[in-house]
């Protein structure tokens, strides 16, 4: 007989995106009621590149939660051409910052400030592999002569397999993989190098974006690829493996900044992700393996225990939201409207979910 309720221990998000400002405080009740931590992205603007500003910035957010919500940020750097190795030893050693993000600069939004030449970060790098502190990849190239669905793999020929063999201790995670590519590249390498997969990759192709007309609310970076590659990543998710582990890259825009001319790239599916996840596990026969992959391999990759509270899904259909205010405005999520089978049990600040 079909489950009627999962019980796991509380999951993490080790890739998320947070904003600022009343952006924040309308979407961070959303992941705190699920996760017990999550990896908070530094592309604000200005970028988190000091010690400091990532306090600061931990600081707004632990004001911004819901009363009697136990949520634990863990800060990131922002890595640029210029930032200093100590400054990033300071921040890992004082555990202000857990890890340091390396955006290729206008690879995505607020990454402006990115690096331009991974070989302009070389000292840092160096430092963080002995340090063993982990480098966060958004893994695609911005070399507007590689086709938008094929830099993906060009990063990893290009950037990410010289640097793995140059460095092969820096400890390494390539975010948001989108294509098999990716999987069987992460698959070769030693332990150190790990691979975070969201929701909607394992969720859409590329033709959601084109379904009936434009879809703005399915665009992300890296871009949803084409079939096979989303099979690849549910394979590699539901596997078991450690090496792969839940990281939403939930990243809300107003709707208002998704649908223009030339609209923001990112998909807020904080409201639903754990739900997403756990449709995505049942259809692949692995809902026993749901909490290795949110909840057990990301705490073993970065050294810390897993959480020791539990959480509860529900067999029970329920409507994602069709928006979220922020403000004056609104930010549309990921399955927006549509039902789910599973329900996270209790309110995103009731006590059920502590
Ligand atoms: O789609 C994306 N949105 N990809 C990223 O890498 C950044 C993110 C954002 O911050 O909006
Ligand atoms: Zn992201």
New binding site residues.
């Given amino acids: 007989m079909a489950r009627e309720s999962l019980t796991l221990r509380r999951p993490d998000d080790w890739h998320l995106?947070l904003?600022d400002g009343a952006m924040l405080k309308a979407v961070l009740p959303f992941s705190a009621r699920v996760f017990g931590r999550a990896i908070v992205?530094p592309?604000l603007a200005p970028p988190v590149t000091r010690v400091s500003a990532a306090e600061a910035y931990r600081k707004r957010i632990l004001k911004a939660l819901p009363r009697r919500t136990a949520f634990t940020p863990l800060m990131t750097a922002y890595l640029t051409d210029t930032i200093a190795a100590d400054e990033i030893e300071r921040g890992f050693a004082s555990r202000v910052w857990i890890a340091a993000k390396l955006?290729p600069a206008y690879?995505?939004?607020?990454?402006d400030l990115g690096v331009t030449d991974i070989a302009r970060i070389a000292k840092v790098l160096e430092r963080m592999a002995r340090l063993g502190m982990p480098l966060l990849v958004?893994g695609?190239v911005t070399d507007p002569k590689v086709d938008v669905f094929d830099r993906e793999a060009a990063f990893i020929e290009r950037v990410l397999a010289p640097l793995v063999r140059r460095l092969p201790e820096l400890k390494v995670v390539f975010?948001?993989v989108t294509t098999r590519d990716a999987v069987d590249f992460v698959r070769a390498q030693r332990p150190n190098v790990a691979a975070t997969i969201t929701p909607h990759h394992l969720t859409i192709s590329r033709n959601a974006l084109f379904q009936g007309g434009l879809r703005p609310h399915m665009?992300?970076?890296?871009?949803a690829k084409r079939e096979a590659h989303r099979l690849a990543l549910r394979q590699a998710a539901t596997s078991g493996e450690a090496k792969f582990f839940l990281g939403t890259?939930s990243?809300?825009?107003r709707i208002a900044d998704k649908e223009k001319d030339c609209g923001?790239?990112?998909?807020f599916c904080a409201p639903a992700a754990l739900e997403t996840y756990a449709r995505v596990f049942e259809e692949e026969n692995a809902l026993d393996r749901l909490e290795a992959f949110a909840a057990l391999n990301g705490p073993r990759f970065y050294g810390l225990p897993p959480n020791e509270t539990r959480v509860t899904l529900e067999r029970e259909k329920w409507k994602v939201p069709a928006k979220v205010k922020v403000g004056t405005g609104a930010v549309k999520p990921f399955l927006a409207g549509e039902e789910l089978g599973w329900q996270l049990l209790g309110k995103p600040d009731s006590p059920k979910n502590r």
């Fill in positions: 995106h904003r992205m592309n955006y690879a995505t939004t607020n990454s958004h695609e975010e948001h665009y992300c970076l890296p871009v890259d990243a809300p825009h923001c790239a990112g998909i």
